[in-house]
């Protein structure tokens, strides 16, 4: 059966030193005994090194959540954006606010070495800000002082000057408690509350996919019944304008056979109409060509959903406003739009209210 070991990242010299926990109790290990492959280990690291900020994740997938975390606190930074890891915690929800670390992939490289080199490959690493209940007591682990307070989770190194630390401490807004052995401590909060895993994206355990899917076999079932409700109806609205681009194109295909008998129809009919025009008189496309060819191309683009239309009859422009699964999608969408004959601007693309929306400008190819 598998056990659950509790470990702090030891200084340069020092041995490692666990605490296992058991079936309501937490026992320090002999230096002989180490944890086997098969057991659960938790590596604590210094919060020091680690700033934890609520984010509100933005995206629809876990990936995403990540990147735009990075820029979502980049003004509070004094670092790039580009040189940092982040995770967020395990119960994390799209669009919801939730806690997020953000460390040095330098710093992450170092740790994932001294774990390779202990043998602990497959351990979780968590820094012991956020093992700290919200708005407990300071506690005071020698080393540092963390804290999790209303003003954020931090810690506070006691190598500071006195001064400074007591600055720290005061927005903290009470004094701290002594954790007496600070492994034993940890553990304690550890057996309690897991922290944050810093093992996610480029630091993933190997078996993270698996344990994931054994444990939201239910939530899987739900979101399959849920994609598979949408993609009835999204199918069937695509089924709809096909035929309606279909009855467009046969009226467009006649109205040019009446307005120039005897010649062939050409393949682009506005194109063709509008080099018969001449620059006196612009052609413009009506609102139900240019409707078909956008509900076209969304029936081609996987998560993309319409929010708003709006269509100009003086310059025949089409506006409209996407809801995206992640920055990017609109690049492909105008693609695949200009694919079908018209011309495509994209305006502004934004996070409103945890969902990623863009605009664009639908019109004739000049």
């Known amino acids: ?18 605490a296992e926990i058991g079936a309501g109790s937490i026992t320090l290990c002999a230096p002989h005994d180490r944890p086997g492959r098969s057991d659960d280990v938790t590596v604590i690291v210094p919060g020091t090194e680690v700033a934890i900020a609520p984010v509100r994740l933005v995206g629809a997938r876990r990936a995403d959540w990540l990147r735009a975390a990075r820029f979502a606190v980049e003004d509070d930074l004094s670092v790039p954006v580009e040189t940092l890891h982040v995770a967020a915690e395990a119960q994390a929800r799209a669009g919801a606010v939730a806690e997020v670390c953000l460390v040095s992939r330098s710093v992450m490289e170092g740790w994932m070495a001294q774990l390779a080199d202990a043998g602990l490959n497959d351990a979780r690493i968590v820094p012991d800000t956020s093992l700290l209940p919200v708005n407990s007591a300071p506690l005071d682990i020698g080393p540092r002082i963390l804290v999790a307070g209303e003003g954020g989770r931090f810690a506070i190194d006691t190598s500071l000057p006195a001064e400074l630390v007591s600055a720290l401490l005061a927005k903290a807004g009470a004094a701290p408690e002594s954790a007496g052995d600070p492994l034993l401590a940890l553990a304690g909060l550890a057996a309690v509350q897991p922290g944050i895993d810093l093992r996610q994206a480029d630091y993933a355990r190997k078996s993270d996919e698996a344990l994931d899917f054994s444990r939201v076999r239910l939530l899987a079932g739900l979101a399959a019944a849920c994609a598979l409700t949408w993609g009835t109806y999204t199918f069937a609205s695509i089924q709809t304008m ?23 129809v050409p393949t682009n009919i506005l194109a063709a109409v509008r080099d018969r025009s001449g620059a006196a008189a612009p052609v413009t496309a009506g609102f139900r060509q240019m409707a078909a060819v956008l509900y076209g191309a969304l029936g081609t683009a996987e998560g993309i959903s319409l929010s708003s239309l709006r269509y100009n009859s003086e310059d025949g422009r089409l506006q409209a406003t996407l809801v995206y699964t992640a920055f990017g999608d609109d690049a492909a969408l105008k693609t695949e739009i200009e694919a079908r004959g018209l011309a495509v601007r994209l305006g502004d693309t934004r996070v409103d209210n945890g969902r990623v929306v863009g605009d664009m400008i639908l019109e004739l190819s000049s």
């Open 1 to 18: 059966m598998a056990r659950r070991f509790i470990t702090q990242l030891p200084e340069p010299g020092e041995a490692w030193r666990f």
């Open 242 to 264: 096909q035929r309606l681009e279909g009855a467009l194109e046969r009226q467009t295909r006649a109205s040019f056979t009446a307005l120039y008998p005897g010649e062939p």
